[in-house]
């Protein structure tokens, strides 16, 4: 199984903490979405995609990237996000419709905490100050693991 995770993180690197746990677990490459072609997406059998929560959705950069896919049917997808509001039926909602458009099967979502300190929230040090901490990234590495063997059909 060839595995890709591709994401967006800016400013505490809370995303990325969380695709590079999943990625050694799953042996996947890592990716941001500005540097992969979306020809590229197709040589792979399952494609991660997060980023940090940005008003209640993706990075915009992840968002134009799955615009720009070609067709995916029989692809295997998942979403993860960080977040300072970490609501991930309404954070991942855009994601999922697009990739649900491409022909994607989203096969799992995971989201955590993260450390956010935009807009007013810079003034009183941010919320969520230390996440993802260990317990956040175990639970990520868990996901994967679960996704991983069920695409490999559960060995």
């Known amino acids: 199984m060839r595995a890709l995770i591709v994401y967006v993180s800016i400013h505490h690197k809370n995303t990325e903490k969380v695709a590079k746990a999943m990625a050694d677990v799953l042996?996947?490459?890592?990716?941001?979405p500005w540097k992969i072609k979306p020809e590229e997406v197709m040589?792979?059998?399952?494609?991660?995609?997060?980023?940090?929560?940005?008003w209640?959705?993706?990075h915009w950069a992840l968002l134009k990237l799955v615009e720009d896919l070609p067709g995916m049917?029989?692809?295997?997808?998942?979403?993860f996000s960080t977040a300072g509001?970490?609501?991930?039926r309404y954070n991942h909602r855009a994601l999922k419709k697009r990739l649900k458009e491409k022909?994607?099967?989203?096969?799992g979502e995971f989201s955590c905490r993260g450390w956010d300190t935009n807009g007013w929230l810079a003034k009183i040090g941010g919320i969520n100050r230390g996440h993802p901490n260990e317990r956040d990234l175990e639970r990520a590495r868990r996901f994967a693991e679960r996704v991983g063997k069920e695409i490999r059909g559960g060995d």
């Open 85 to 88: 509001m970490n609501i991930p």
């Open 73 to 79: 049917e029989g692809k295997k997808a998942f979403i």
């Open 56 to 58: 209640w959705r993706h």
């Open 43 to 54: 040589e792979y059998d399952l494609v991660g995609f997060g980023s940090g929560i940005y």
């Open 103 to 107: 022909g994607f099967e989203v096969v």
């Open 27 to 32: 042996n996947a490459d890592l990716s941001k």
